[in-house]
């Protein structure tokens, strides 16, 4: 078996064989978990020079780690990825990164909640002035930005909403200033978008999702290009970022199966989402892979495939009457995160995370869902016994 070169084969090739070397464990196919803090010099001249050595102390990473780090790399051509302990860490170190006091950032009005409170909460304190655009601003976030911006972060397709940004527009912009630009990727996992070819700096992915896949492991991912992998590290390394081997060892398996998980999940997906449109209980699907989303031409344009996670709204009977149908459901299950195999359903208010665009919910009640890997009959079955509750 020779050495395998990344740049030769195609995405699910790359899921299976990036970051792995069975030869150097004799020929043992998954890479070995090594728990480790401390590492031992062999002489002390070794020991001067151990901050030239590439396994130093755990903390810094093992071949567990860079083995993840490689495979993920190589999905999202980068010039290198780093991990953090959870996807906030990722997005948080990713920002400090590339802020200082006195820098203007600006930041997508449908970010992940928690960004949004991190940018309010702690990067404000810290004197850096945060400024939200409207997610279809496109080229005209030309007129937002000023002297001192230092980082345009993006997510797309957006939190709860799944309006699709022009990112390549916004990319070009931040080129011409000299400005660093980052995304939110994980709704497409790295398989169904590549930031970096489109212009991105850096695409950071909550490997919580779909990477690990089986909702029992958090990890985040931040991967650079090359003019922000150093810029990134350093923060990294100062912030004592550290991901537990077996986590990585999760997020390794689960990563050899993504494509062929991804793909139901979007078969799944697009059938519930195509169901959804005869129900007169459903007012408003987002879903940009539908041809009757107003963002699907965009969507079509970047990217090559669609995930299990969309939003939709419906008529506003409410909470008693939506616990009768939420409370019965045998399938879906209520609780926070996505991308593992099982499917997720919860109520949600995107105009609380909004500051600059409005969030038109037609009078109804926004509902995000996450179509697992469960037969597609099941599901809609479950569904729809649920929407009979509610005339009870």
């Not at 969309?310 to 009457?321: C, I, L, N, R, S």
Request: hydrophobic content about 40%; aromatic content about 10%; glycine content about 8%.
């Amino acid at each position: 078996m020779g050495e395998f070169n990344n740049k030769n084969f195609k995405d699910d090739t790359i899921l299976i064989h990036a970051g792995r070397n069975p030869h150097k464990y004799d020929g043992i196919v998954n890479p070995p978990v090594f728990h480790a803090s401390t590492v031992l010099a062999s002489s002390l001249d070794d020991f001067y020079n151990f901050d030239q050595k590439r396994i130093s102390y755990g903390i810094h990473g093992t071949e567990t780690s860079f083995a993840l780090e490689c495979a993920i790399a190589a999905l999202e051509h980068g010039a290198g990825t780093i991990l953090c302990p959870s996807g906030l860490a990722a997005i948080t170190t990713t920002i400090i990164a590339c802020a200082k006091s006195g820098d203007h950032i600006l930041i997508t009005d449908n970010t992940y909640g928690p960004t949004r409170v991190f940018m309010n909460k702690l990067m404000a304190k810290f004197g850096v002035e945060v400024e939200y655009f409207p997610p279809m601003i496109g080229d005209d976030i030309k007129n937002m930005i000023k002297s001192n911006t230092s980082l345009i972060w993006m997510e797309s397709p957006g939190s709860q909403t799944f309006e699709i940004s022009d990112i390549t527009a916004i990319c070009k912009i931040a080129q011409d200033n000299d400005i660093i630009t980052a995304i939110d990727n994980t709704w497409a996992a790295g398989y169904y978008y590549k930031p970096l070819d489109f212009g991105v700096d850096i695409s950071v992915q909550a490997a919580t999702k779909y990477i690990s896949g089986h909702s029992d492991c958090m990890l985040g991912v931040i991967t650079c290009n090359q003019k922000t992998l150093k810029k990134i590290r350093q923060t990294w390394d100062l912030l004592g970022q550290a991901v537990a081997p077996d986590d990585v060892y999760l997020a390794m398996r689960g990563l050899r199966t993504m494509a062929v998980r991804l793909r139901q999940h979007s078969e799944n997906a697009i059938k519930f989402a195509n169901w959804l449109k005869s129900r007169p209980e459903i007012i408003k699907i987002m879903h940009p892979a539908l041809d009757t989303d107003p963002h699907h031409k965009l969507w079509q344009r970047d990217f090559t495939g669609s995930s299990g996670l969309f939003g939709f709204v419906m008529q506003d009977m409410g909470k008693k009457t939506l616990a009768k149908m939420m409370d019965g459901l045998k399938i879906f299950g209520m609780g926070y995160s996505w991308g593992g195999f099982e499917s997720l359903l919860i109520p949600c208010d995107p105009s609380l995370n909004r500051s600059v665009s409005k969030w038109d919910n037609n009078g109804g009640q926004t509902m995000r869902i996450h179509i697992g890997l469960e037969d597609i009959d099941d599901l809609i079955n479950d569904f729809e016994l649920g929407l009979e509750r509610l005339k009870t």
